[in-house]
């Protein structure tokens, strides 16, 4: 388990400009170390397996997936488990299956820290 020593700070407040209306924040990342972030959105239309293909490809596949049901559409939600598939998931892509076919989306974040 890697580890990560950083700090957000807001570019905004270095800058000596007065005006009538305050600029929002510009948050930015300073850290000794590397930090991938992949954000995404899979949509299951009644089946239970779907996949994830990256915008940037990482470089090897040692980053850490997690997986959120979002939405099931029912009033309770879907009575499923989503897991992902270690088997199908590679530097490219990632593979999440269900439990049972279910209808709603899942949200992924692939992050990986270090070089």
């Avoid at 930015?28 to 170390?33: I, K």
């Avoid at 009033?75 to 499923?80: A, M």
């Avoid at 590679?90 to 990986?112: C, E, H, M, W």
């Amino acid at each position: 388990m890697g580890s990560l020593r950083a700090r957000l700070f807001d570019r905004n407040r270095y800058s000596k400009r007065y005006p009538l209306v305050r600029a929002p924040k510009r948050m930015t990342y300073q850290g000794d170390e590397y930090l991938a972030i992949e954000v995404g959105s899979l949509y299951f239309d009644n089946t239970a397996t779907a996949t994830l293909t990256y915008e940037v490809q990482f470089p090897d596949a040692s980053y850490q997936l997690i997986a959120l049901l979002r939405d099931g559409g029912d009033v309770g939600g879907p009575n499923v488990n989503i897991y992902i598939d270690g088997n199908n998931t590679n530097s490219v892509q990632a593979t999440i299956k269900a439990s049972a076919p279910f209808t709603g989306y899942v949200d992924i974040l692939a992050v990986r820290l270090g070089s």
